[in-house]
């Protein structure tokens, strides 16, 4: 069965030093995996996705993942982080291309301290 | 652009009354999502529909919950009796079409508190 974890319930990084969100995945075949982020009583808002090609992937706000197949890995980056990027964090995959199924992650916080 | 709409906002009921939520996806997107975000928990997907068809319904839990998408565009969730575990924010979100490469667009949920 398809699964993602997100092993850090809360990541805390000061405003300006590069951040990671960690997430593994397991699938049968091969994934589309997609980060999503959702700010206090909104909805959430898609940042980027995994399909094929290139491993990694630039998305919004400059943020980036990298997919690694060996460590069936796809951890969220972005090089300098801003106090507006706390929120929480989703990963996500989708298991092929006849279905767009999302399995979510448990979502990890992002504390970004001035 | 005009994104996914939801209504309500937030609900707050009984255990054993009734609830019902409504989503309007985005103009042209067949593929309609109703999800469950219980605190602390990623979203749950109970019901897809493409167009007004149902794909995908196996975690809804059908004695109590119901959904229809009349005419492939809006969609109603309905719950009907409430449980207490049933507080959760439900998302609504769409998809231009039900491949596995599309991204999903949210709503802004609705916050159902049961008490």
């Known amino acids: 069965a398809q699964s993602v974890a997100q092993p850090e319930d809360q990541v805390n990084v000061a405003e300006g030093n590069p951040l990671t969100v960690k997430c593994t995945y397991s699938v049968s075949g091969n994934p589309y995996l997609f980060w999503y982020v959702q700010y206090p009583n909104r909805g959430l808002q898609f940042l980027l996705k995994y399909i094929t090609g290139d491993n990694l992937v630039k998305g919004s706000y400059g943020f980036e993942a990298e997919f690694n197949k060996s460590q069936t890995s796809f951890h969220l980056k972005k090089p300098s982080a801003l106090v507006s990027d706390s929120a929480l964090y989703f990963c996500?995959?989708?298991?092929?291309?006849?279905?767009?199924?999302?399995?979510f992650g448990t979502g990890t916080r992002l504390q970004v301290f001035p | 652009e005009a994104g996914v709409a939801q209504s309500p906002r937030y609900k707050i009921i009984e255990k054993r009354q009734s609830v019902a939520f409504w989503c309007n996806p985005i103009s042209g997107h067949a593929t309609l999502y109703w999800y469950q975000q219980i605190l602390g928990q990623g979203p749950k997907l109970l019901i897809q529909f493409q167009n007004n068809g149902v794909v995908d319904d196996s975690q809804l839990p059908k004695d109590r919950f119901s959904a229809e998408r009349l005419k492939g565009v809006d969609s109603t969730l309905k719950i009907q009796p409430a449980k207490l575990e049933d507080s959760a924010v439900y998302l609504c979100a769409s998809s231009l079409t039900g491949t596995g490469f599309n991204e999903q667009f949210f709503g802004p949920g609705t916050r159902l508190t049961v008490l």
């Open positions: 996500a995959v989708s298991e092929s291309y006849n279905t767009d199924k999302l399995i």
